[in-house]
């Protein structure tokens, strides 16, 4: 700070939009900016030529629970993007699921604060262990797309430290990324980057956090209220309404409304968080290197086949039998590709896009495109059955796909929903007649496999009448060939679902998208004016979260609603058992127990510790990962993460915890294979 001249231009300490330039006497470098959700972003190629390695959607990798996986995925991304050029990664979003249909949902980790945070941490964690900067992102409660911009999010204090700020807390606290990006909507009355509480009671005072916070992409209001609440640097200025750090934070500075104190408090920050990075000692070079990306498409694959997911497997029709003579596979594409997400993570795949198609209205239409991945399921399996007959049925014509069923030794259709950052489709039903189509499939062969490529749950009204379903996400590049190996058995299917799929929409908190019926209408209306924007002349509205911190599968626990597949759920190709819990360990939080793989085969099993204090609904406190070989039993301990037993207590202020618990072991968050009680002794944790 000495170096800084009081009174220099602001120019000096220049906005993002990107790009910012460094400060070369200063020895600062210049930031580099891109979208790196799932891959180093280039949505409708800006980049012309410029390809990049695709993970899976972040809800497959969540589905893995294997924190080792998503440390991979983010390292794989880090070293594409400094071999860009690229020094900051806008990566590291955390939000959970609070509802079924939210459009972002398949880049986020899924409804549960423990899983996202500490899976967030990890992608973090490896994004900057190539000295290059990650964000974790959207700080907060950018829980759903409709109405992003104006939305404001009510909820109690109690509630938001023990769910969605748990979250945050435990990916900061694991991964340590440089910089916080802060969200669209509003908290409690107040825009996320301009809300005092949020950003420097909760983030900079409460957790110690020493890196900045930059604002989301169009997100910042003002320019004292948000200096003054805590946003270090205004992001994509083109987006905002007016250069608020810019011509008005310099008036404001000779003014006296903002201090040269806090001025140099979002130099410190901006500084600290690229130093902690790397940045500055391991500067990226000015031009692209090479990439190993035959290498860095293992890591996509190996995250795919990981996170897909066994939902159904009725007289183990899965694994396919190799002796299959003939097998037909239906819709989805499969003949060319896999279909991804869509918005700003959207990555421009090695080996290109087969399929992409334009939006034509809707607020995603200017820089999102429905876009597949080269990566073709039909091609894998003839590489797995090459004696077999494999043929392709687009699935548009619902009586001829069922015509080509007949007869066959298996059917594989492809179901496909396409998500998008910006909106949302206001329904959990497969599009296009799809339903219709897996029905006429299914009464035409019993052997009828089901496979989603979805960001999220669906309604499934043909469950009943198809053997088995296969929840594949969006499973990236190599996503075709992980299919292929589930399917035939290369790979025994070891996800397990992050998310609760409901039996119907009427189960969530909210029965619908709030906003979104009055969106349709606003977007109607307003047709003719394209300049109507991201809230698509919607007018400002509130969602108040009646669930509280009871997100996700604590919700049906707690409303005695049976969903059609729970939280932790997942097949496998054997069955595993527990036995023999124990509880111990000096804070009495780590319970130990026997797994046995009871099945014929190896496997890979995620045994899931659950808690539930006197009266209260239960939490997932941890969990365990292991491969075991049949009939191998290995014993295993599992630490619960405090915070979680806990309660939140605003006039500690702090986590109180203490008293009588039940600890079960399951295989889902509705199971109770094993359990047990334990007292757990009284103590406080700091906010």
């Known amino acids: 700070m000495a170096d800084r001249t009081p009174g220099a231009p602001v120019g000096d300490m220049i906005p993002s939009a990107g790009y910012v330039p460094g400060v070369p006497r200063l020895g600062i470098p210049s930031l580099r900016e891109s979208d790196a959700s799932l891959g180093v972003a280039n949505q409708v190629e800006q980049r012309k030529g410029d390809v990049a390695t695709a993970l899976p959607a972040s809800l497959a990798t969540a589905a893995t629970f294997d924190p080792e996986i998503a440390y991979a995925g983010g390292a794989m991304i880090g070293a594409e993007a400094r071999a860009k050029t690229f020094n900051v990664l806008?990566?590291?979003?955390?939000?959970?699921?609070?509802?079924?249909?939210?459009?972002?949902?398949?880049?986020?980790?899924?409804?549960?604060?423990?899983?996202?945070?500490?899976?967030?941490?990890?992608?973090?964690?490896?994004?900057?262990?190539?000295?290059?900067?990650?964000t974790v992102k959207h700080y907060a409660f950018n829980s759903q797309e409709t109405g992003r911009m104006i939305m404001d999010a009510r909820l109690d204090e109690a509630s938001l430290r023990e769910s969605d700020l748990l979250a945050f807390q435990i990916a900061i606290e694991r991964g340590r990324p440089a910089s916080v990006m802060c969200a669209y909507n509003k908290i409690n009355g107040d825009y996320a980057c301009?809300?005092?509480?949020?950003?420097?009671?909760?983030?900079?005072?409460?957790?110690?956090?020493?890196?900045?916070?930059?604002?989301?992409?169009?997100?910042?209001?003002?320019?004292?209220?948000?200096?003054?609440?805590?946003?270090?640097?205004?992001?994509?200025?083109?987006?905002?309404?007016?250069?608020?750090?810019?011509?008005?934070?310099?008036?404001?500075?000779?003014?006296?409304?903002?201090?040269?104190?806090?001025l140099d408090d979002m130099v410190r920050r901006i500084l600290v968080g690229v130093i902690e990075a790397g940045v500055m000692d391991a500067p990226v070079v000015t031009t692209a290197q090479r990439i190993d990306y035959d290498a860095n498409a293992e890591v996509a694959q190996r995250a795919a086949e990981s996170g897909?997911?066994?939902?159904?497997?009725?007289?183990?029709?899965?694994?396919?039998?190799?002796?299959?003579?003939?097998?037909?596979?239906?819709?989805?594409?499969?003949?060319?590709?896999?279909?991804?997400?869509?918005?700003?993570?959207?990555?421009?795949?090695?080996?290109g896009a087969p399929v992409e198609i334009p939006l034509t209205s809707g607020a995603a239409a200017s820089f999102a495109r429905v876009t597949y991945h080269a990566s073709s399921p039909l091609n894998a399996i003839k590489a797995i059955a090459p004696d077999a007959e494999v043929i392709f049925v687009s699935g548009q014509d619902a009586q001829a796909a069922a015509r080509a069923a007949r007869g066959a030794d298996v059917v594989v259709v492809f179901a496909t929903k396409w998500s998008t950052e910006a909106q949302e489709d206001g329904t959990l039903s497969l599009p296009d007649g799809q339903d219709g189509l897996i029905s006429a499939v299914a009464d035409a062969n019993d052997k009828t496999v089901v496979v989603l490529e979805t960001g999220g749950p669906v309604l499934m009204p043909w469950l009943d009448d198809v053997p088995a379903v296969i929840q594949a996400w969006y499973p990236g590049q190599r996503g075709g060939e992980a299919l292929a190996r589930i399917l035939f058995g290369d790979v025994n299917p070891s996800g397990r679902l992050p998310i609760t799929f409901p039996r119907e929409a009427a189960q969530a908190p909210r029965p619908e998208i709030p906003g979104h019926a009055d969106l349709m209408r606003a977007e109607t209306a307003a047709a003719s004016?394209?300049?109507?924007?991201?809230?698509?002349?919607?007018?400002?509205?509130?969602?108040?979260?009646?669930?509280?911190?009871?997100?996700?599968?604590?919700?049906?626990?707690?409303?005695?609603?049976?969903?059609?597949?729970?939280?932790?759920?997942?097949?496998?190709y054997t069955t595993f058992a527990y036995a023999n819990p124990q509880v111990g360990g000096d804070d009495g939080l780590t319970v130990s127990f026997d797994v046995t793989n009871?099945?014929?085969?190896?496997?890979?099993?995620?045994?899931?510790?659950?808690?539930?204090?006197?009266?209260?609904?239960?939490?997932?406190?941890?969990?365990?990962?292991?491969?075991?070989?049949?009939?191998?039993?290995?014993?295993?301990?599992?630490?619960?993460?405090?915070?979680?037993?806990?309660?939140?207590?605003?006039?500690?202020?702090?986590?109180?915890?203490?008293?009588?618990y039940r600890f079960t072991i399951g295989k889902t968050a509705t199971d109770d294979a094993v359990a047990t009680q334990a007292t757990v002794r009284p103590r406080t944790i700091r906010p």
């Open 308 to 351: 897909i997911v066994l939902l159904k497997n009725v007289d183990d029709v899965l694994p396919l039998a190799r002796t299959a003579r003939r097998i037909v596979l239906i819709g989805g594409h499969a003949d060319v590709g896999v279909l991804s997400g869509g918005g700003s993570s959207q990555v421009r795949s090695v080996g």
């Open 194 to 262: 301009e809300n005092d509480w949020l950003l420097n009671q909760v983030l900079k005072r409460d957790w110690g956090y020493p890196g900045w916070v930059m604002s989301d992409w169009g997100a910042v209001h003002s320019t004292d209220k948000a200096a003054l609440a805590g946003l270090d640097q205004q992001s994509g200025q083109e987006l905002d309404r007016a250069l608020y750090f810019d011509r008005p934070f310099a008036e404001s500075l000779a003014a006296g409304r903002i201090s040269e104190a806090r």
């Open 90 to 134: 806008l990566a590291g979003g955390v939000n959970l699921t609070r509802d079924p249909w939210g459009g972002r949902n398949f880049e986020y980790l899924g409804e549960d604060p423990l899983l996202a945070g500490v899976m967030a941490g990890e992608h973090i964690r490896g994004v900057q262990s190539n000295a290059v900067v990650s």
């Open 529 to 572: 004016n394209p300049g109507a924007g991201d809230a698509g002349g919607l007018g400002a509205f509130a969602v108040d979260y009646v669930e509280g911190s009871d997100v996700g599968y604590r919700w049906y626990d707690r409303e005695n609603r049976a969903p059609l597949f729970p939280f932790g759920h997942g097949l496998s």
């Open 598 to 660: 009871t099945g014929r085969r190896e496997g890979v099993d995620t045994p899931q510790l659950y808690v539930a204090a006197d009266g209260g609904g239960r939490r997932l406190a941890g969990w365990s990962r292991l491969s075991l070989a049949p009939g191998e039993t290995r014993r295993v301990s599992i630490t619960a993460e405090p915070r979680v037993l806990a309660e939140y207590d605003t006039t500690l202020p702090g986590w109180k915890l203490g008293g009588q």
